[in-house]
């Protein structure tokens, strides 16, 4: 007996809900990228918020400087991100502007 193909995977689940995968985002660009595509927004708004042009936003976006932690404020300020996603994104930033970060220092530890 020959073995059905399966069909392809087109991100949907069987309810045509799309699916949730979380990628492996390893950088502050590419996750500001992700938030702004899943909020409906797009790059050239985060010039108001940065108090910049759209193509100063762009030359941000290719370039290789890591972000400032106020550009991270406005960018999580304009997406209306949590706290949890505001840290994640400031942890990220400092990583990668070559802050040793360690992270058992910011979890709260309780005793008893």
């Known amino acids: 007996m020959k073995a059905r193909r399966q069909a392809a995977n087109n991100g949907m689940a069987a309810g045509g809900r799309p699916i ?3 990628r492996s985002v390893n950088s502050v660009r590419a ?4 938030h702004l ?4 927004k797009r790059m050239q708004e985060l010039a108001g918020a940065w108090g ?6 762009y030359d941000l976006f290719s370039g290789q400087r890591p972000f400032s932690p106020n550009h991270i404020d406005q960018a ?3 997406l209306g991100l949590d706290e949890f996603d ?6 990220l930033g400092a990583r990668e502007a070559g ?14």
């Open 20 to 22: 949730r995968v979380p």
């Open 31 to 34: 996750l500001l990228r992700r």
């Open 37 to 40: 595509q899943e909020e409906g």
């Open 52 to 57: 910049c042009t759209k193509q100063n936003v």
């Open 76 to 78: 999580a300020r304009l």
């Open 86 to 91: 505001t840290n994640e994104l400031r942890l």
């Open 99 to 112: 802050w040793a970060v360690d992270p058992t220092f910011l979890i709260e530890q309780r005793n008893g």
